[in-house]
């Protein structure tokens, strides 16, 4: 197998401001346009055979600079690999929908540092049905909902990967969102956990060990830029 090396967004006006973005979308802030255009170095020299991206526009943003070096690849967006959808919550402060979730868990969101791994120790099918649940227009995404379709989005990305590795044509990059990222990697790697969530530009590699899939630490220089 091709590698997969797995991208998060660069930063948002909504990141800085400390909202929920999940399907709605905010801008890259000046900052993110310089992590994204960290990442299309960092890429450059990378050979790539395929990029799947979120079709939203902040994933789009984040992929068209990290494509600087190819810019024969043509990405392929995925409506699959979008954020999870957190309902009445989208826009709106993260403490809002975070504190009452960690509560339902046993955990306390504030003061920081939040205890990720602690609530997400069973995955990650519990927090998000507890935002389901929470959610007062019922519009959150269950587990169930985000484990269709990040299932769907695997397919397509390691089928990819697979043509690949047969053509010796090149590595497979994917761009995407903080939490489901999570979710992608847990379905890849059941045994990987974070300490905590991706950065902005922070890249996971993934490649084929063994007979299975292991992951790479979290390389976050892209996003350390000023």
């Not at 590698?3 to 999940?22: D, K, M, P």
């Not at 990697?185 to 063994?210: D, I, K, M, Y």
């Amino acid at each position: 197998m091709a590698q997969i090396h797995f991208v998060r967004h660069a930063e948002t006006l909504f990141n800085v401001s400390g909202q929920l973005q999940g399907w709605c979308d905010s801008p890259l802030t000046e900052r993110g346009e310089r992590q994204a255009a960290a990442l299309g170095e960092r890429m450059r020299d990378v050979p790539l055979a395929a990029a799947f991206v979120s079709d939203l526009t902040r994933t789009r943003s984040t992929m068209t600079a990290a494509l600087a070096g190819h810019p024969q690849l043509e990405p392929t967006p995925l409506r699959e690999l979008r954020e999870w959808h957190f309902g009445s919550w989208e826009g709106q402060p993260n403490a809002d929908l975070w504190t009452p979730v960690f509560e339902a868990h046993g955990k306390r969101y504030a003061p920081s540092p939040a205890d990720w791994p602690g609530v997400t120790a069973d995955g990650f099918d519990s927090v998000i049905d507890s935002i389901h649940r929470l959610d007062p227009i019922g519009r959150a995404e269950t587990g169930a909902d985000v484990t269709a379709r990040v299932t769907a989005a695997l397919e397509v990305v390691v089928a990819a990967a697979g043509r690949a590795a047969e053509q010796d044509a090149g590595d497979v990059l994917v761009v995407t969102h903080g939490s489901v990222l999570g979710s992608l990697l847990r379905s890849l790697v059941p045994e990987h956990r974070f300490g905590a969530s991706v950065p902005n530009c922070g890249v996971v590699s993934v490649s084929w060990q063994e007979g299975k899939w292991a992951a790479a630490g979290v390389d976050s220089s892209c996003g350390q830029v000023a």
